[in-house]
């Protein structure tokens, strides 16, 4: 989280040509160097404050102010290597809207984190293989606990995979679409997250599912359905 600034130091003010722009630094720890620079705009407002929290002469935090007292915006240096790679978005009453990463500092935003209202994270987006597109999806109730995740496997853009949670984030099935017509064609049901019990497929694509395998306890098929003419009736079962 931000951390308050105490303005109890020494001040540094160096005035701009631009009539009441300024930049204060501060020197926050009484070392002799500053670690705090505070930009003002023209009409004395505060635009910006950067800070240097390791003490390695480099800027590591930067936040921006639109209007009043709280940032609307802070991008931070987590490793501390020049290169700024998460950023957090605020309301106008501080709320904590978004958070972008970089999480494998590869210097790309591969992370998003969209928060609610109460402070939760709603939905978080990932692009997994780093070419700029998201490719995970993951829902979360208002409790924060994970709903569902789409996946976009061939990275095409399109969503081929579904997986359905339940209580306590037991995942209960999984639907996947096999020919990239962005529609599933096969859905898999698990009790406990692990135990596959059912699958259903849509073998000619018509949105229709005209096969059903159940499993036993072992994980071995122990009886198949068939609907050979597509007209929506079981007409041949199989038993193993």
């Known amino acids: ?8 130091a020494l001040l540094l003010v160096m005035l701009c040509t631009v009539a009441q722009a300024a930049v204060v630094e501060l020197d926050s720890d009484f070392d002799g160097k500053p670690d705090q620079w505070h930009h003002k ?15 390695d002469g480099k800027v ?14 802070v991008k931070l ?50 692009d997994q293989n780093g ?12 409790n924060g606990k994970l709903l569902k995740i789409e996946f976009d496997t061939s990275h ?14 037991n995942l ?19 009790e406990n997250s692990t135990l596959l019990q059912k699958v259903e497929h849509d073998s000619n694509y018509d949105g229709k599912i005209d096969r059903w395998e159940y499993f036993n306890a072992s994980g071995k098929v122990e009886k198949t359905e068939l609907d050979r003419n597509y007209d929506g009736k079981v007409d041949l079962v199989k038993k193993e």
Request: glycine share 6%; net charge negative; hydrophobic share 25%.
């Open 1 to 8: 989280m931000i951390t308050t600034i105490y303005r109890t």
């Open 172 to 190: 209960q099935s999984v639907a996947f679409d096999t020919n990239s017509d962005g529609n599933p064609d096969q859905w898999q049901y698990f």
């Open 131 to 142: 070419n700029g597109k998201i490719d995970v999806f993951q829902y979360f109730s208002e």
């Open 60 to 73: 590591d935090q930067i936040e921006f102010y639109d209007e009043g007292s709280k940032p609307s915006r």
């Open 41 to 55: 705009k023209d009409d004395g407002d505060l635009e910006k404050m950067e800070f240097d929290k390791n003490g």
């Open 77 to 126: 240096d987590r490793n501390f290597d020049g290169t700024f790679d998460q950023i957090q978005y605020y309301s106008k009453d501080f709320l904590l809207t978004k958070i972008e990463k970089d999480s494998q500092f590869s210097g790309i935003m591969d992370w998003h984190e969209f928060y609610d209202s109460d402070n939760k994270v709603s939905r978080l987006e990932i």
């Open 156 to 169: 095409d853009g399109n969503i081929d995979r579904w997986e359905n949670f339940g209580k306590n984030e």
